[in-house]
C-alpha cells in the first residue's frame, strides 16, 4: 500500500512539474500576432474555405492588413463587417496650448495617470489633455508623438491596437473613420462662460455649428458639439463659422 501510495504522488508531482513547465513554456515562446491581424481575423467567419483567393483566414487577416487585400474579398462575411478597425483613425479630443496656465505646479510622477488623482490634474480645463505622454509609452509601434504638448497620431504607423485608448485618463481619444477630415477638437461639456473660461479653443455649446450644417450632421449633447459621422459631409461649413475654432479639418 506504501508503494502504491508513493508512486502516485510521485506521478501526481512529476505531472505537476510537466504541466507548469508547459505552460510557461507557451507563455514564453508564444508567437505574438499583431494587434490589427487579430481584430481582422475576429471579424472573419473562420471557414478557411479558400474562396477568398488565400490559403485560409489568418493568411487574408494579414493581407487585408498590409492593404494587399479587401475584406470585401471574403464571399462568407457579412458586408456590414468590412466597416472595421482598418478604416479608422484616431483624433485627439482637445487643443490645449502647452503655455496654457495651470491650476497649480504638478511635482509628482510625471504620468497622466498619477497627475489625474492629484484634483483631476493640474490643467485649468479639466477635459484636456495631461500631457505627460502616457499614450505614448504605451504605443508598441512608435506612432505617437508630441508636438507643443499635444499628442500626435502617425497614420502609416499605427495599429489601431487602442492601447492609446485605453490608459487616456480623459477619455479624449477616439477612432473616427478615415475619411472624416472635419471633427470636434475639444470634449469640454461645462457651459459656454465657464469652457471658454479655462480655454480660447474650446467649445461653448453655442450651436452656431448645428445651423451651420448643411446636411444636419452636428448635434448638441451636454454643451458640446456632436458630429455625425455617417451624415458629415466633409463640407467644412461649420469649421468656417465655429467662433472659438473647436472644429478643426484635417
Not at 487585400?69 to 458586408?79: E, N, P, R, T
Request: hydrophobic share 40%.
Amino acid at each position: 500500500m506504501q508503494i502504491i501510495l508513493t508512486a502516485t504522488l510521485v506521478i501526481g508531482g512529476l505531472g505537476l512539474v510537466f504541466g507548469l513547465a508547459l505552460g510557461y513554456a507557451s507563455r514564453k515562446f508564444a508567437v505574438k500576432i499583431d494587434p490589427k491581424i487579430k481584430k481582422i481575423l475576429e471579424a472573419l467567419p473562420g471557414a478557411n474555405c479558400g474562396a477568398c483567393g488565400f490559403t485560409g483566414c489568418m493568411d487574408f487577416a494579414k493581407a487585408v492588413a498590409d492593404d494587399r487585400a479587401s475584406l470585401d474579398g471574403c464571399v462568407l462575411m457579412d458586408k456590414k463587417e468590412t466597416k472595421l478597425i482598418s478604416k479608422t483613425f484616431p483624433i485627439l479630443l482637445c487643443q490645449r496650448a502647452a503655455s496654457q496656465q495651470k491650476k497649480f505646479h504638478y511635482t509628482g510622477v510625471q504620468t497622466c495617470k498619477a497627475a489625474m488623482l492629484v484634483n483631476g490634474g493640474n490643467n485649468l480645463c479639466d477635459y484636456g489633455c495631461l500631457g505627460f505622454g502616457d499614450c505614448a509609452q504605451i504605443c508598441p509601434f512608435g506612432a505617437i508623438s508630441f508636438k507643443d504638448g499635444l499628442p500626435v497620431f502617425n497614420e502609416s504607423l499605427c495599429k489601431m491596437c487602442e492601447k492609446c485608448i485605453e490608459i487616456c485618463p480623459k477619455n479624449i481619444i477616439k477612432l473616427v473613420p478615415k475619411n472624416q477630415k472635419v471633427y470636434i477638437a475639444c470634449n469640454n461639456r461645462d457651459k459656454g462662460k465657464a469652457a471658454r473660461s479655462v480655454c480660447k479653443v474650446a467649445c461653448i455649446g453655442c450651436g452656431i455649428c448645428v445651423k451651420a450644417c448643411p446636411v444636419d450632421a452636428i448635434t448638441l449633447e451636454d454643451n458640446l458639439a456632436i458630429i455625425d459621422t455617417k451624415k458629415c459631409t466633409n463640407c467644412g461649413e461649420c469649421v468656417k463659422k465655429c467662433p472659438t475654432k473647436a472644429i478643426v479639418k484635417q
